[in-house]
Structure formats: structure tokens, C-alpha cells
């Protein structure tokens, strides 16, 4: 079976952003376990990312500042379990190497704090550890009429484009 097999898990909801701006805690369903050499744990059991996700939704207090939800795949296989943090108006992350019984706590208290953010950074040193290890990637904002892009090459000054 290939790590991409998704069978056995089910679909997860399309998920849109709430009016009062919460932050959305995605987690990804179909992550599997994998032991110390990198091989996936072939277990009866639902998968890591389901386990991690059913932890999770006990663990999250009614009035968290964000909101729980299960995704297909983040294709981070190699670095299960996985999970993302977005907002339109902050950065977004995307968290691996997480186990899926152990880092529920930490995952609820750097969610908390992400939600507290206007922008979506939080300190390096307030960061739970397994945020601090585990970050794959942080992504922009999506731009807004606020926000203004830089072209990644700048355009040619008038006196550059006058050629012979």
C-alpha cells in the first residue's frame, strides 16, 4: 500500500473561514505513524492523523479561539503528523513530526497562542517546543487590497528602456 492510499479514512468537509476571523487548526486525517528509521507503522488501529485529530477534538475547550478541522492530506507524509494553522489576515504554518497522543497539549496551547496574534507570529521563545522543531513551512498572508505585492523583479527604469 503506498503512502498516499487515502483508503479507509473519511472525506474531509470543505472548510471556510468563520465571520469573526478564528483561525483554523487543520489536521490531516491520513497520516500514518512511522518509526525511528522512517518506515510507516502498519497498525489495525485508525491512522496517526485520525488519532491525533479525535485527541485534539476532546482536548479543544468549547470556547477555543480557533477551530478544529480534519483535512484529506497535507503531503507532508514524510514528517506525520501534520497539522496547519491559517487565517486571511496571518501567516500561515504548517507543523510535522508530531505524535498523535502525546502533543495534544502543546498543539491546543500553540494554537491558543497563534489566535492571540494580529499577524500570526508568535516569539520564537513562547513557541511550544514541538512548534519550534517541527515548522515545515510558514506562508504569507493571502494579499488583501490592503496588502501591496513587490514584483519579484523590479521593472526597468524609463532611461534602461530606451535601446538602440
Known amino acids: 500500500m503506498s503512502q498516499d492510499d487515502t483508503s479507509g ?12 476571523n478564528r483561525p483554523i487548526l487543520h489536521v490531516c486525517l491520513t497520516c500514518r505513524q ?3 528509521e522512517g518506515q510507516i507503522i502498519e497498525t489495525e488501529e485508525p491512522r496517526a492523523g485520525t488519532r491525533l485529530h479525535d485527541a485534539l477534538a476532546a482536548s479543544v475547550p468549547d470556547d477555543a479561539p480557533f477551530i478544529l478541522a480534519g483535512v484529506e492530506c497535507l503531503s507532508n507524509c514524510k514528517r506525520a503528523c501534520t497539522v496547519g494553522l491559517t487565517s486571511p489576515t496571518r ?14 497539549d502543546d498543539i491546543i ?5 497563534y489566535a492571540g496574534t494580529n499577524d500570526g507570529i508568535v516569539p520564537w521563545r513562547e513557541r511550544p517546543q514541538i512548534f519550534r522543531k517541527g515548522v515545515i513551512a510558514r ?3 493571502f494579499p488583501t487590497a490592503s496588502l501591496t505585492a513587490t514584483p519579484a523583479v523590479a521593472p ?3 532611461s534602461e528602456d530606451q535601446s538602440a
Open 9 to 20: 479514512t473519511e472525506p474531509a468537509h470543505h472548510t471556510t473561514y468563520p465571520e469573526d
Open 109 to 113: 496551547a500553540g494554537a491558543t497562542l
Open 156 to 158: 526597468a527604469r524609463a
Open 139 to 141: 506562508i504569507p498572508p
Open 91 to 104: 501567516w500561515s504554518y504548517v507543523y510535522g513530526d508530531l505524535d498523535p497522543e502525546a502533543s495534544i
Open 34 to 36: 512511522r518509526d525511528a
